[in-house]
Structures are given as C-alpha cells and as structure tokens.
C-alpha cells in the first residue's frame, strides 16, 4: 500500500548541502499546474508503449499522487526546465500516470512511494528506476546518465563516491537503488549504515527519520535477514526514530 502522509519517497536536502531527492522528497506532478502541459503526452501507457516501439525509444513514466499538492508544485519547476524538458522530449516518450488510478500497474513495477520515475522498454518491462531529485540541474543528470546506460545502483555508487561515503542521503539513495534491484544483502547494509550512523546528523534525521524506517520495513517484507535483524534491534533504532 502506498503511504501518502509523506509522498517524499527520496532523501532531500536544499541547495548546496540540501542536495535533492524524492526516495525521500520526491518531486511529482499533478495535472493542475500549466507548467506541467509539457514535455509530458497526453497519451495511456499502451499509447505510449506503441509509440516507443515505432519510435525505437523507452516510455518516460512520472507515476504521481494526486492528493501530493506540494510536491506537484515543487515538480512544476523541475519538469519544466528546458534541457530536462528537451532531453525528455527527444529521446523518450514521456508519460504520467496517476498512481490512484492505475493500481495494477503500481502493484506490478512494486512502487510503494511517490513519486516514482521509471524508464521502460516497449514490452512494458522495467528498464530502469530512477532517482526523483528536487533539483532540474541533478535531475537532468540523472536522467542522462540512465538514457546512456548507467543502471541505478552505478549511478547511487558514483554519487557516494562524489559526495563522500559520510553523507546519508547519497547512502540512502544507494540503499533504495539496491532495494529496487532486489540486491538485499547489499541494501540491507546501507540501510543499516543510515540508521546507526546517517540519522546522528540532525538534518538528515529530521527529514528522513520516517521514510527510512519504512524503507528498512519494506526491505524486511522480501528479506528474512533484514527482518530478523529488524527485530533484534528495533527498540534501540525507533528510539533513535
């Protein structure tokens, strides 16, 4: 079930030292705002599929929550920048789908906070996922990167790497990609690393403590490991929560 009380599903932080993200604040879209008219098509996912096909490129998919007003807002700027908008444009075909009311297809690409950005090939299969930055300039090299080839979890590694092994946001993201390749052991270690070491920077624990915890939840849902060690500690981490 997707948790709407924080449709931030990405780490954020504002400019500078705030850096971006929604898998923690996550930048969606809702259809009110006109800013939003564009680069996206008015088109269904089968149109969309379709028309990649002929076209010989991947569907862009923006899935939102509709009820997410601030994040429809904030994603306004983004989207609308115009080398994100250009790039999205010209080598995608660019869809949003409302989460509310394509359940199946939220149950199937296992998307359980929004927003969620996904690349697919035109079968329908999931190419890739993306990070869902706060910041046009961040994600529009996001974007780059995925269109050029570089999977989520290389992309989440050189961010660390980039912005040091000590800070949580860049660990987080790593730990989502992870988890959304199902690599859990892998996850499960950058996820304990943002809860025992990341949620002592009192920024990133104010902004991340929920998400977090509910990501390490869903990790445990699919891996016995990380719920067995969910268990033996969780007085301690949601004291620290």
């Not at 995925?146 to 987080?172: M, N, T, Y």
């Not at 977090?212 to 004291?239: G, I």
Request: charge should be neutral; charged fraction near 30%.
């Amino acid at each position: 079930m997707i948790d709407r009380r924080n449709s931030a599903a990405s780490p954020h932080r504002h400019a500078g030292a705030d850096r971006a993200c929604f898998a923690g604040s996550f930048i969606v879209a809702a259809l009110s705002s006109a800013a939003l008219a564009e680069p996206f098509l008015p088109a269904s996912l089968d149109a969309a599929l379709l028309r990649g096909r002929d076209e010989t490129r991947p569907v862009f998919v923006l899935v939102f929550d509709p009820h997410a007003a601030a994040a429809n807002e904030r994603s306004a700027a983004v989207w609308s920048h115009p080398a994100l908008a250009a790039l999205l444009r010209t080598r995608t075909v660019p869809i949003r789908l409302d989460a509310a009311a394509n359940p199946d297809f939220v149950r199937r690409q296992r998307i359980d906070e929004l927003p969620a950005l996904l690349l697919l090939d035109a079968d329908g299969r999931q190419r890739d996922r993306l990070i869902p930055y706060r910041l046009a300039a961040d994600m529009l090299a996001e974007l780059r990167a995925a269109l050029d080839g570089r999977d989520v979890v290389d992309r989440a590694r050189s961010a660390v790497a980039a912005q040091g092994e000590h800070d949580a946001f860049a660990r987080e993201h790593l730990a989502l990609a992870l988890l959304w390749k199902r690599r859990f052991d892998e996850s499960l270690a950058e996820f304990t690393w943002c809860i025992d070491v990341g949620l002592d920077e009192a920024v990133y624990a104010a902004s991340r403590r929920d998400p977090l915890l509910r990501a390490a939840r869903r990790l445990a849902d699919d891996h016995p490991p990380a719920a067995a060690l969910l268990s033996n500690r969780r007085d301690a981490w949601e004291k620290s929560l």
